[in-house]
């Protein structure tokens, strides 16, 4: 019976283990989506407002558009670790169980890279900085 019951303690822990690794991973999703939409709508709301004016100063622009890209990298780079952890522990044996540790992945280059190349960081905040090249080249008299 005891051998059961701790068994089935292991289980529960193993359980609230993947439990809080998902729960990171779903607020860096968040965060993620949410950085997305802040620059996506005052990129929008700047250009609206200036794009007749903007001419060679989307060079500001451009940067804190980059600065949200790398951000959003940043997050992405995170989630997938937290992805692999996940995984990890996963398909540990349940007499490790106690052990709980979440430790946070440390960035390589590598990694960093990877992240801000990847199809939904690269692409989303690429095309935003293409539509304030194409609307600054035009705008310029």
């Known amino acids: 019976m005891t051998d059961a019951l701790k068994a089935e303690t292991r289980a529960m822990l193993r359980i609230a283990h993947l439990q809080m690794i998902q729960g990171v991973i779903a607020r860096m999703s968040a965060a993620s989506l949410g950085l997305k939409g802040f620059c996506a709508s005052a990129t929008a709301a700047i250009l609206a407002l200036k794009a007749e004016e ?18 959003d990298a940043n997050y992405l780079r995170l989630e997938t670790e937290f992805r692999r952890l996940y995984k990890i522990v996963a398909s540990r044996d349940l007499s490790s169980a106690d052990d709980m540790l979440i ?17 939904s960081v690269g692409l989303f905040y ?3 900085m293409m539509v304030i090249l194409a609307i600054s080249l035009f705008s310029v008299r």
């Open 103 to 119: 430790e946070r992945p440390s960035p390589t280059f590598g990694t960093v890279v990877r992240s801000l190349t990847s199809w």
């Open 54 to 71: 903007l001419g060679l100063k989307s060079l500001w622009l451009t940067s804190i558009v980059l600065i949200f890209a790398l951000c």
């Open 126 to 128: 690429g095309a935003i």
